[in-house]
């Protein structure tokens, strides 16, 4: 039965209906052992192939590099790769003996998304087809949960490409935020026809990221509210059993270390995956996203029924596809899980489906002409491989750009006598501003993210409790320890775009000391940094709702926001100017030090 998906949306939000598919398939059956009375027991085996994160990423390449992706491990990316994967899996197990479900962060993370978000938009009047949903239509997948970055472009971008979706988009945690009725399908019913005349009936349970409330929380305030992922878990799964499900698989975009990035700042928990399977009774498997981490086959003890929940997550943009296998036995008049595993299948095993690549060969050719433009010429190279560790140009240039924006935007108001202070992280080790010629992708690898700037009034003891919690970022490492950059950073699995250089002042982070205690030698134009001190703090929108749990930031007041990504204002800079000289803004404002030497001299 295909989905009516307006009729739906029409409908969702007021009554919390839920999607149900029904598939026409033919499974794979055995009939072998005894069952009770001496009859023999009928089996029958299916499999769910799940992929994750995949970020935009349709084909082999990277727009920023302008050159097929690769990296150190040889990982290969794009849905064109998975859809020869899927294929082969199909071949081998028949093709309605299998579902393909995703676990979000789907349309944002390439210049091919942003492309059709922004430049080209599907949003507008006879607008495009997005092209993750052309790719995932052509492929079949079943259903999708949503992603946090699903949000980044505004709810209707996000809605436009739900309904070019042949499948339908899965959030039972987001709800609207009036009615707190579901805002999207909660779950998706599928039927599999084995040759028992005992259909077997699959349900998925999607399940987003409470953190979107934090992280996008100027397209969804007072839209929608995004609850805990073990609470709604524990009010679905039961409905969905009552239902009829034979099979319950939970699509979570949420990580499975019981962490959150954003303190407590939200009651619920970023990465609940694991907990869900503790904690909830009646799940079978959980495709796992949001952490970008490979996790092949995981198992989870359920407290209340003692039945282990497999979990799997697949490497992100499309590097791998997760395979979990179910072996189903009829007893007592229904069918039974018997056996469940999950694998991981790799990419780079593979080539490119020449259906997938010749689809949307106009579009990927549309995307290479676009971030090849040349904006202007900068004087010199400039690289973030050691942003992490040094005060490096490439991430001077984003504050100058940064602050400079803010003080332009505050210039006539009561804040213009403020400095402006501001806030960058290094996104990508991989950047680089090339001499000479410098294009649209060189600089949209700067900042790969959608964010949007704001300005923030701070005092000067907010700025040192800011940064010493920025530090936390180094491996804590003696006066007399011998020094691997590669292993200063990340302390407690921190990631990159979680450590923040301030510019506009200076200071030292020496790292032989414990956390709390590293921040040095704060000062402005020369003198130590009054506590009391007013500044402004150029700052981005993630950091500025909270991503992160930076302190004071979130609540400290807005003096000026703007709606167009950082990205596009270091591009319009960089066009105005037509000349990228380090010169004017490049300098060393901070430094890492141990006992008062610094590590690197």
């Known amino acids: 039965m295909p989905l009516d998906r307006r009729a739906f949306l029409g409908t969702s939000a007021a009554t ?3 999607v149900a598919l029904t598939g026409t398939t033919s499974g794979t059956a055995t009939a072998h052992g005894r069952g009770h009375g001496g009859h023999r027991a009928h089996r029958y085996s299916f499999a769910v192939l799940g992929t994750t994160d995949l970020h935009g990423n349709v084909f082999n390449w990277d727009y920023f590099t302008d050159r097929e992706f ?6 290969d990316v794009g849905l064109a790769k998975i859809s020869t994967l899927v294929s082969q899996v199909r071949a081998a197990r028949g093709r309605h003996n299998t579902l393909l479900i995703d676990a979000g962060d789907t349309i944002q993370g390439t210049q091919l998304s942003y492309y059709y978000a922004k430049v080209d938009p599907i949003t507008a009047r006879r607008g495009p087809v997005h092209p993750m949903a052309q790719a995932m239509n052509a492929i079949g997948y079943d259903a999708a949960a949503l992603g946090n970055h699903e949000f980044n472009y505004g709810i209707p971008v996000l809605r436009k490409f739900e309904e070019q979706c042949d499948f339908p988009l899965l959030g039972a ?21 084995t040759p028992h005349g005992r259909d077997v009936k699959v349900a ?17 305030q007072g839209k929608m509210v995004f609850p805990g992922l073990e609470e709604q878990a524990a009010k679905w799964v039961p409905r969905l059993r009552s239902m009829g499900a034979d099979v319950v698989v939970v699509s979570a975009h949420s990580g499975s270390s019981g962490t959150s990035s954003y303190g407590d700042q939200l009651p619920y928990v970023e990465n609940a995956a694991a907990l869900v399977a503790e904690q909830v009774p009646g799940i079978d498997a959980i495709l796992v996203g949001h952490a970008h981490t490979e996790i092949p086959e995981y198992r989870v003890r359920n407290e209340a029924t003692g039945r282990d929940v497999v979990l799997s997550e697949p490497l992100k943009w499309g590097q791998r596809l997760t ?20 694998q991981v299948l790799n990419s780079n095993e593979v080539a490119e489906d020449p259906r997938i690549t010749g689809l949307l060969g106009d579009e990927h050719r549309k995307v290479v002409a676009y971030v090849n433009q040349v904006i202007g010429t900068s004087t010199q190279a400039m690289s973030s491989a050691e942003g992490p560790v040094k005060d490096v140009p490439i991430i001077d240039l984003i504050n100058h750009v940064q602050a400079q924006t803010v003080q332009e935007a505050l210039a006539g108001t009561e804040w213009a006598a403020l400095a402006v202070l501001s806030q960058a992280s290094c996104f990508s080790r991989t950047a680089a501003i090339p001499a000479g010629e410098v294009t649209i992708r060189d600089a949209a690898g700067l900042y790969p993210f959608e964010n949007t700037l704001e300005a923030r009034l701070v005092t000067g003891a907010q700025l040192l409790d800011y940064l010493e919690y920025s530090a936390r970022y180094f491996v804590q490492t003696a006066p007399d320890a011998v ?7 990340n302390a407690g699995n921190i990631p990159d775009y979680n450590y923040d250089a301030v510019s506009g002042v200076t200071y030292e982070v020496d790292i032989a000391q414990p956390v709390g205690s590293r921040i040095s030698a704060l000062a402005f134009e020369g003198r130590p940094v009054d506590p009391a001190a007013q500044f402004v703090l150029a700052v981005n929108n993630y950091r500025a709702s909270g991503g992160g749990a930076f302190p004071h930031v979130p609540q400290a007041r ?38 008062g030497a610094p590590v690197f001299p």
């Open 558 to 595: 807005q003096l000026w926001a703007n709606s167009d990504e950082i990205r596009n204002t270091i591009i319009g800079w960089v066009k105005a100017r037509g000349t990228v000289d380090p010169a004017e803004f490049a300098s060393v404002g901070w430094r890492l030090t141990r006992a």
């Open 483 to 489: 020094v691997d950059p590669s292993r200063l950073t």
């Open 204 to 220: 998925v349970l999607g399940l987003t990221n409470p953190g979107i409330a934090i992280w996008d929380k100027q397209n969804v």
């Open 323 to 342: 395979v979990f296998d179910f072996d189903l036995v009829w007893e007592k008049g229904r069918w039974v899980v018997e056996r469940t595993a999950a």
């Open 16 to 18: 919390g209906a839920a």
């Open 70 to 75: 690769d990296d150190k491990a040889h990982n």
């Open 173 to 193: 945690n987001a709800l609207d935020a009036r009615t707190l009725r579901p805002a999207f399908a909660p779950y998706s019913m599928h039927r599999l026809c």
